[in-house]
C-alpha cells in the first residue's frame, strides 16, 4: 500500500474506532446517570453498547495495524486470541440484538403482562446465556481445532507466522452461521413484523382519541412504538453491515479459506465493524430520551460542571415539583407575591411568610 492511501486508510480507521469508543461511553454514562433510562430494555441496550466498546478497545486496534501493516507480528497465541474475542463479541452483539427483539415484542403484543413476562432474573439469566453461547462458539472450537480443515490448531505452523485468519471448515462454517447469524435474524424480521402490526393499529387507536387535544403529553404507548420504530433501525443497520459478511463466512467454509482474501474480505469485515459505531448514532438521532440524555452528559462536559448537573431527571423532578406546587396555589385562589426584606427575597402567600 504507498504511503498516502495508507495515511488515509489508516486515518478513517482511526475515527471509526474513536466513534465506537466515545459513542458507546456514552451510551453506558447516559443509562447510568440519568433514570429515565434506566429500564430493563435498556440494561440489554448497555450489554450491547458493552459488547461494542470492547470490540473497539480489544479487537479494532490489532485490525487496524493488521489492515494497514498486512502482516500479523504478534504471535500465534496472540492471534488465536484476537480472532476468538472478535468471534466472541460479534456473537455476542447478534445475540443481544435478538434478545432486545423478544423484549419489544413482549412489550408491544401482551403490555399487561410484559412485567410478568420480562422480570430482571429473566434479563439476568438471558444476558448470562448471551455470554456463555458467545464463548462457546469463539474460544472452545478454535482452541480444539474445530473450525480448521484437520485436527490442528489454526495459525501455529511455521507459515502462518505472518498472517492471521480465522479458519472456516463446511462444517463450523454452516453451525456457526446458522446459529449466531441467519437464525437470529429470521426470528427478529418475524417478531419485527408482527411489533409493526400491532403498533399500527394501536397508533391508528390513539391518535384517533387524542388527536381533539393538541397540547396534551404524547401517551405512554405512542413512546413505547417510537422506541420499536428505533431499534428496528438499529436492526436494520446490523442486516446491512453484517449480512456481506456472514455471506462471505459461509463461502469460504463451503468453497475453501483462500478463496476471498485481500480488498473484498476487508471491505465486508469493517463494514460489520462500523455497526458497532452506528449503534450510539442511531440511538441519539431517534430516540428522544437517549438524545436529551446525550445534550445533557455533553453539556456538562463542555462546562465542565459537577456531577450532580448531570442528572437531567432530578432536576427536571425538582423543577416540575416546583411548578406543581406553584400551579396549585394559584388554582385554590391563593395570591402569590414576591417581596424583598432586609435584601433578602420573600414569598407571600395568604398574608403567610415564606422564606
Same mark, same amino acid.
Given at each position: 500500500?504507498?504511503?498516502?492511501?495508507?495515511?488515509?486508510?489508516?486515518?478513517?480507521?482511526?475515527?471509526?474506532?474513536?466513534?465506537?469508543?466515545?459513542?458507546?461511553?456514552?451510551?453506558?454514562?447516559?443509562?447510568?446517570?440519568?433514570?429515565?433510562?434506566?429500564?430493563?430494555?435498556?440494561?440489554?441496550?448497555?450489554?450491547?453498547?458493552?459488547?461494542?466498546?470492547?470490540?473497539?478497545?480489544?479487537?479494532? *486496534?490489532?485490525?487496524?495495524?493488521?489492515?494497514?501493516?498486512?502482516?500479523?507480528?504478534?504471535?500465534?497465541?496472540?492471534?488465536?486470541?484476537?480472532?476468538?474475542?472478535?468471534?466472541?463479541?460479534?456473537?455476542?452483539?447478534?445475540?443481544?440484538?435478538?434478545?432486545?427483539?423478544?423484549?419489544?415484542?413482549?412489550?408491544?403484543?401482551? *403490555?399487561?403482562?410484559?412485567?410478568?413476562?420480562?422480570?430482571?432474573?429473566?434479563?439476568?439469566?438471558?444476558?448470562?446465556?448471551?455470554?456463555?453461547?458467545?464463548?462457546?462458539?469463539?474460544?472452545?472450537?478454535?482452541?480444539?481445532?474445530?473450525?480448521?480443515?484437520?485436527?490442528?490448531?489454526?495459525?501455529?505452523? *511455521?507459515?502462518?507466522?505472518?498472517?492471521?485468519?480465522?479458519?472456516?471448515?463446511?462444517?463450523?462454517?454452516?453451525?456457526?452461521?446458522?446459529?449466531?447469524?441467519?437464525?437470529?435474524?429470521?426470528?427478529?424480521?418475524?417478531?419485527?413484523?408482527?411489533?409493526?402490526?400491532?403498533?399500527?393499529?394501536?397508533?391508528?387507536?390513539?391518535?384517533?382519541?387524542?388527536?381533539?387535544?393538541?397540547?396534551?403529553?404524547?401517551? *405512554?404507548?405512542?413512546?413505547?412504538?417510537?422506541?420499536?420504530?428505533?431499534?428496528?433501525?438499529?436492526?436494520?443497520?446490523?442486516?446491512?453491515?453484517?449480512?456481506?459478511?456472514?455471506?462471505?463466512?459461509?463461502?469460504?467454509?463451503?468453497?475453501?479459506?483462500?478463496?476471498?482474501?485481500?480488498?473484498?474480505?476487508?471491505?465486508?469485515?469493517?463494514?460489520?465493524?462500523?455497526?458497532?459505531?452506528?449503534?450510539?448514532?442511531?440511538?441519539?438521532?431517534?430516540?428522544?430520551?437517549?438524545?436529551?440524555?446525550?445534550?445533557?452528559?455533553?453539556?456538562?462536559?463542555?462546562?465542565?460542571?459537577?456531577?450532580?448537573?448531570?442528572?437531567?431527571?432530578?432536576?427536571?423532578?425538582?423543577?416540575?415539583?416546583?411548578?406543581?406546587?406553584?400551579?396549585?396555589?394559584?388554582?385554590?385562589?391563593?395570591?402569590?407575591?414576591?417581596?424583598?426584606?432586609?435584601?433578602?427575597?420573600?414569598?407571600?402567600?395568604?398574608?403567610?411568610?415564606?422564606?
Amino acid at each position: 500500500m504507498d504511503l498516502p492511501l495508507q495515511l488515509l486508510v489508516g486515518s478513517c480507521l482511526a475515527i471509526l474506532i474513536m466513534i465506537t469508543l466515545c459513542g458507546n461511553i456514552i451510551v453506558c454514562l447516559a443509562v447510568t446517570l440519568d433514570r429515565r433510562l434506566r429500564s430493563l430494555t435498556n440494561c440489554i441496550i448497555v450489554s450491547l453498547a458493552i459488547t461494542d466498546l470492547l470490540l473497539g478497545l480489544l479487537v479494532l *486496534p490489532f485490525s487496524a495495524f493488521y489492515e494497514l501493516a498486512k502482516e500479523w507480528p504478534f504471535g500465534s497465541t496472540l492471534c488465536n486470541i484476537y480472532t476468538s474475542l472478535d468471534v466472541m463479541l460479534c456473537t455476542a452483539s447478534i445475540l443481544n440484538l435478538f434478545m432486545i427483539s423478544l423484549d419489544r415484542y413482549f412489550a408491544v403484543t401482551t *403490555p399487561l403482562r410484559y412485567g410478568q413476562l420480562v422480570t430482571s432474573s429473566r434479563v439476568a439469566v438471558g444476558l448470562v446465556v448471551i455470554w456463555t453461547v458467545s464463548l462457546m462458539v469463539s474460544f472452545l472450537p478454535i482452541y480444539l481445532g474445530w473450525n480448521t480443515n484437520g485436527t490442528a490448531v489454526q495459525n501455529t505452523a *511455521p507459515s502462518c507466522n505472518k498472517e492471521c485468519m480465522l479458519e472456516v471448515n463446511p462444517v463450523y462454517g454452516l453451525v456457526d452461521a446458522l446459529l449466531t447469524f441467519y437464525i437470529p435474524l429470521v426470528i427478529m424480521c418475524i417478531t419485527y413484523y408482527q411489533i409493526f402490526k400491532i403498533a399500527r393499529e394501536q397508533a391508528k387507536r390513539i391518535n384517533h382519541t387524542w388527536c381533539g387535544s393538541s397540547n396534551a403529553p404524547m401517551p *405512554p404507548m405512542v413512546k413505547e412504538h417510537k422506541a420499536t420504530v428505533t431499534l428496528a433501525v438499529v436492526l436494520g443497520a446490523f442486516i446491512v453491515c453484517w449480512f456481506p459478511y456472514f455471506t462471505v463466512f459461509t463461502y469460504r467454509g463451503v468453497w475453501g479459506n483462500s478463496k476471498v482474501k485481500g480488498t473484498p474480505m476487508s471491505i465486508v469485515l469493517w463494514l460489520g465493524y462500523a455497526n458497532s459505531a452506528l449503534n450510539p448514532i442511531l440511538y441519539g438521532t431517534l430516540n428522544r430520551d437517549f438524545r436529551e440524555a446525550y445534550q445533557h452528559l455533553l453539556r456538562c462536559w463542555r462546562t465542565g460542571g459537577p456531577r450532580s448537573s448531570c442528572l437531567p431527571c432530578l432536576q427536571k423532578a425538582q423543577s416540575r415539583g416546583r411548578s406543581c406546587r406553584q400551579d396549585q396555589g394559584r388554582q385554590e385562589g391563593k395570591p402569590l407575591k414576591l417581596e424583598t426584606r432586609n435584601g433578602k427575597e420573600t414569598l407571600l402567600i395568604d398574608g403567610a411568610l415564606k422564606r
